[in-house]
């Protein structure tokens, strides 16, 4: 039986990487929102983000809908960095990270409205960035890249200039572990080929 994908997120790098995963799909942002920024980290806070998000969105979602769910932070110091609010707050942000090495933790939580089953399961990665000087920051922030983005950076674009090191999933980074997502898609039946 061919499932009903949804993949509950308005996020267009996790909607591209289910694109290059070839998974038939569609999307219904989940209204769910949590502000987990700034507090101690504990990876239970973020696989309860990606789990209400994707209740959220099962609510309103069809009897026989798999529901697919993200939520990913960048952790430094025992601290949740979020997306920033501003651009003082990406600068600052930016200036923890650079010349350190970081944790971005992804959180997939899977909901199958038709089984009433659940799966949540989380990736880490290890991120170091070079050191960079504060005109290097004031001009990645200029290009917007960092306001929408965990930690206020994007690997897949700009900001891959300044990361020295990934050890773990890149995928992970970008905002979905391919693998984890194709390996918890199997336990409710869905092969990618």
Request: aromatic share 8%.
């Amino acid at each position: 039986m061919k499932r009903k994908i949804i993949l509950a997120s308005g996020s267009p790098r996790r909607k591209r990487m289910f694109e290059d995963m070839r998974i038939d799909f569609s999307v219904m942002v989940s209204n769910y929102e949590e502000d987990i920024t700034g507090k101690d980290y504990d990876v239970s806070l973020v696989e309860k983000t990606a789990y209400n998000k994707a209740l959220e969105v099962s609510k309103r979602a069809d009897d026989d809908a798999l529901i697919v769910a993200a939520d990913t932070v960048v952790v430094f110091d025992k601290k949740i960095l979020g997306k920033p609010k501003d651009k003082a707050d990406a600068k600052q942000m930016l200036k923890m990270l650079q010349g350190n090495t970081h944790t971005v933790v992804t959180s997939i939580a899977i909901i199958d409205n038709l089984e009433k089953k659940t799966l949540i399961n989380s990736e880490k990665t290890k991120v170091t960035f070079d050191k960079l000087t504060d005109r290097e920051i004031d001009d990645y922030i200029k290009t917007g890249e960092p306001m929408d983005k965990a930690g206020a950076y994007g690997i897949q674009g700009l900001g891959c200039v300044f990361i020295q090191k990934v050890d773990g999933c890149y995928n992970n980074v970008v905002g979905l572990p391919a693998y984890l997502l194709a390996k918890m898609l199997k336990s409710f039946g869905v092969y990618l080929f």
